[in-house]
C-alpha cells in the first residue's frame, strides 16, 4: 500500500506521515512499514531536516524508532554535504543546495526516500509513522509524502495477560514470589516525545527492585504462539546491557526436555505444541 498526503505543519506537532488505525474501517492491521519518498521544501531551506522521525507501534507511547535527524533517514548526514545523491534504497535526488543557486522555482524543490525491504518494521496492532518538521516542530515548510507499507485487517499482536509488579492486587493474581525486593515505590515518569513537546503527561506507575529472583504464573492457552515482554532496569543502572534469565517449568521442547534460556536484548520461540496446560510458571 502507499499512503499519499499533503501536510499542513502546525507548530508544535509532528507530521503524520502514517496512522493506520481506522484506515477502510478496520481500527487494527497487522503488517510491515518498508519506507517513505516525500517533498520536504520547496524554498530550499535545508533546516527543516533539523526534525527528527519517531516511529510508534501497537499503541506504543513512546517511539520505538527515534531518529537524530531527517536527512539521516534519508541516507546522508549533514544535509547530505550540499549535495545530491542517489543509492539503492535511500537519497536525496533533487534540489538546489541555496536558493541562489537555483536555475528556476523547481530547483528549490527537495525530496528524500528511504526503502526497506530487508530491514522492514513489523507491527502486530498499528503503526504511527511520525516526523519532525525543525528542530522543534516550527518550521512551515511545505511537505508531502507517499509511505509505503504492507497490511491487513485485524490484529495479530493481542495482549493476553499482564503482570504490574508492584501493584499488590496484580502480584497476588499471578502468584508473584521474589524474596529479596524492595516494598513497592511509585516511580514518577513521562513518555520521550522531544523538547517540542511543552505539554507533558507524566505517569505514576509502582514498581520493586530486586537482586534474586522472580516467579509468577500466567495462563497461555496450548496450539498459539506467544511472545513475553519484561521490561525494567539494569542493577548498574547501565543502559547498554543486562543479562535476564527465563526459565519455564511444566513445558518441555518437542523432545520432553524442560526449556531454559538466557538472552539479552533478543527474543526466542517455543513451538507451540510445547506449551502445557494452563497456570505455568
Given at each position: ?114 526503502f ?33 507499507w ?47 513537546r ?14 534474586d ?26 543502559t ?42
Open positions: 500500500m502507499a499512503q499519499q498526503c499533503a501536510h499542513n505543519c502546525k507548530p508544535g506537532r509532528d507530521l503524520v506521515f502514517l496512522d493506520t488505525r481506522g484506515i477502510e474501517d478496520s481500527p487494527d492491521r497487522s503488517g510491515a512499514f518498508v519506507g517513505t519518498s516525500f517533498i520536504f521544501t520547496r524554498d530550499a531551506n535545508l533546516h527543516t531536516l533539523e526534525g527528527d522521525p519517531r516511529f510508534s507501534f501497537d499503541d506504543s507511547m513512546t517511539p520505538q524508532a527515534y531518529g537524530t535527524g531527517t536527512e539521516e533517514w534519508g541516507g546522508g548526514g549533514d544535509y547530505w554535504g550540499g549535495r545530491t545523491m542517489t543509492l539503492p534504497l535511500a537519497g536525496h535526488p533533487c534540489g538546489s543546495p541555496r536558493r541562489e543557486a537555483a536555475l528556476c522555482e523547481e530547483d528549490m524543490i527537495h525530496s528524500a526516500c528511504r526497506l525491504p530487508a530491514d522492514l518494521f513489523p507491527f502486530g496492532r498499528n503503526a504511527r509513522i511520525h516526523f519532525e518538521h525543525g528542530a522543534v516542530n516550527q518550521s512551515e515548510e511545505e511537505y508531502e509524502s507517499v509511505t509505503y504492507y497490511g491487513r485487517p485485524g490484529a495479530s499482536l493481542v495482549l493476553t495477560d499482564e503482570l504490574d509488579v508492584g501493584d499488590l492486587a496484580s502480584e497476588a493474581a499471578h502468584d508473584y514470589v521474589s524474596p529479596l525486593t524492595t516494598e513497592p515505590e511509585i516511580l514518577r515518569s513521562r513518555h520521550e516525545w522531544g523538547v517540542d511543552r505539554k507533558r503527561i507524566y505517569l505514576r506507575q509502582p514498581r520493586r527492585q530486586t537482586t529472583y522472580v516467579d509468577f504464573t500466567f495462563d497461555a492457552e496450548a496450539g498459539k504462539v506467544y511472545h513475553i515482554w519484561l521490561r525494567g532496569r539494569a542493577i548498574s543502572r547501565d547498554d546491557q543486562d543479562t535476564v534469565w527465563f526459565q519455564f517449568n511444566e513445558i518441555g521442547n518437542t523432545w520432553g526436555y524442560g526449556i531454559s534460556r538466557a538472552r539479552t536484548r533478543a527474543c526466542f520461540q517455543i513451538p507451540p505444541k510445547s506449551w502445557g496446560r494452563p497456570g505455568m510458571r
